[in-house]
């Protein structure tokens, strides 16, 4: 009886996030039509924003339960997967040219993010103090994005000489379907998280592997949900915007906030250390030299972040 319905569940949870995905990417787009702002921009901010609230959640939790490895797994898997699995699906199925102006200073701060949180966590803790620094990366990223986003909005108005006139309703009609689409890719993944652990922890597998497997990829099935989405409907711009803002947010904001709720100095285990995170800084340099360098993302760059993402969690579970 128990695992029908962890089987109905998350089924249950199955559904929300593929269908809550629709309904948000088709929020999001209308919100980047209708103000002018360009579509990696509205990725890489209210998309991005949105679908890190599972990772906050799950490691702050994590935190206040004692559940230490699960937090950090959580934070560092997720930008793993995120990269590794989720980008390399996205750059395999649409390969595509980035905006030089638009990625290049997100994908520095992606990669800054990353090397900072590895030299700060290698002694093995990670005190409040020291990941203010990781803290100032993401406040610079959010100001380049909302001066990214005033500039464009200020050009389209140029360009057009009023802003485009936009019913109430439809309006109205657009942020619900963006609020209700979030809310069941949440709850969808909640859902798979928590029957997923439940069973894997009674299959005897330790916390720290649940954190950067199964949780971090139920944590990132936003993201997934968001690029598969946007995939089928050739919106790679959200895509890549949405995957580089959300590993922000994940590398510079959710361990420094941990590291406060933990009581000032955040406990990283040895497999963070020694897998975890180099694993986490070699996808994101995969990912970020070839479009800063060419200007475009490769199918073979895909392949590559793709095999080195299966071996790492080879390593992980052998």
Not at 117 to 144: E, Q
Not at 152 to 157: E, G
Request: charged share 10%.
């Amino acid at each position: 009886m128990n695992i029908f319905v962890t089987i109905l569940l998350f089924l249950l949870g199955l559904v929300l996030i593929v269908k809550g995905g629709d309904w948000f990417l088709d929020g999001a787009v209308w919100i980047a039509e209708a103000t002018g702002v360009p579509r990696f921009i509205i990725g890489a901010t209210i998309v991005s924003l949105a679908t890190t609230l599972p990772e906050l959640t799950v490691s702050i939790t994590g935190v206040l339960k004692g559940q230490v490895d699960l937090a950090v797994g959580n934070a560092v898997g997720s930008v793993t997967a995120n990269i590794g699995l989720i980008l390399g699906i996205s750059v395999v199925c649409l390969p595509s040219l980035v905006s030089k102006k638009q990625f290049n200073l997100k994908a520095i701060l992606m990669a800054l993010g990353a090397i900072l949180l590895t030299i700060l966590c290698w002694s093995g803790n990670l005190p409040v103090l020291p990941s203010l620094a990781l803290f100032a990366v993401f406040i610079i990223y959010l100001g380049n994005n909302i001066h990214d986003a005033k500039s464009s909005m200020a050009q389209r108005r140029e360009m057009e000489g009023e802003r485009r006139s936009v019913s109430h309703r439809q309006m109205i009609q657009k942020l619900a379907f963006f609020g209700l689409g979030l809310a069941a890719i949440i709850v969808g993944s909640q859902l798979l998280i928590d029957y997923g652990s439940a069973l894997a922890l009674a299959l005897g597998v330790p916390s720290s592997i649940i954190g950067v497997t199964l949780v971090a990829i139920g944590t990132s099935l936003p993201e997934l949900v968001t690029t598969l989405t946007a995939i089928a409907k050739k919106e790679a711009s959200m895509s890549v915007g949405n995957i580089i803002g959300a590993n922000v947010i994940d590398l510079t904001m959710i361990l420094p906030i941990c590291s406060m709720v933990s009581g000032g100095n955040l406990t990283i285990g040895a497999q963070t250390t020694s897998l975890d995170l180099p694993a986490c800084l070699t996808l994101c340099l995969i990912a970020v030299i070839p479009p800063l360098l060419k200007g475009k993302f490769y199918r073979w760059q895909g392949v590559v972040m793709l095999a080195v993402y299966a071996g790492y969690v080879v390593l992980l579970v052998t």
